[in-house]
């Protein structure tokens, strides 16, 4: 992956809880799915990371919670995640194929606080 593809996916991913506001639906339910979502995108097509089904059913128990919490139309949801899900991939690709250490931290960040959220709601506790 070129530096500048990492940087795009990392400045995209940072930026994403500001453009999610307050809204618990997108930050952190929704961008959890995303992440999911984008990091089983990536196994499906990389020599380096072996599809987990865990990964889809944690993106799906994710994407419920989001639609449990908000009060916007699903389809909304539903974009926002799929607005995110090429990003997190590209972020797995930079931190796996790359090496690189900020889409590392970063995604330890983001597993850590999906991990976090994921022990307050129903559709989410009893997964990993």
């Known amino acids: 992956m070129c530096r500048a593809a ?3 996916a990392l400045a995209v991913t940072l930026a994403a809880p500001l453009f999610a506001g ?3 639906a997108l930050f952190p339910a929704a961008q959890c799915a995303a992440l999911w979502f984008g990091q089983d995108d990536y196994a499906q097509v990389s020599a380096w990371l072996d599809r987990d089904p865990k990964d ?3 993106a799906e128990a994710f994407r419920q919670v989001a639609l449990r919490q908000t009060t916007q139309r699903p389809a909304s949801i539903d974009a926002f995640i799929q607005s995110q899900r090429r990003q997190m991939s590209l972020l797995v690709e930079a931190f796996i194929f790359g090496g690189d250490r900020q889409s590392r931290d ?3 960040s ?4 999906c991990a976090d959220f994921a022990a307050t709601q ?3 506790r009893d997964l990993r």
């Open 106 to 108: 970063l995604h330890e």
């Open 122 to 124: 129903p559709e989410t």
């Open 6 to 8: 990492q940087g795009l």
């Open 22 to 24: 307050d809204d618990p």
């Open 110 to 113: 983001l597993m850590q606080d």
């Open 56 to 58: 889809l059913a944690l």
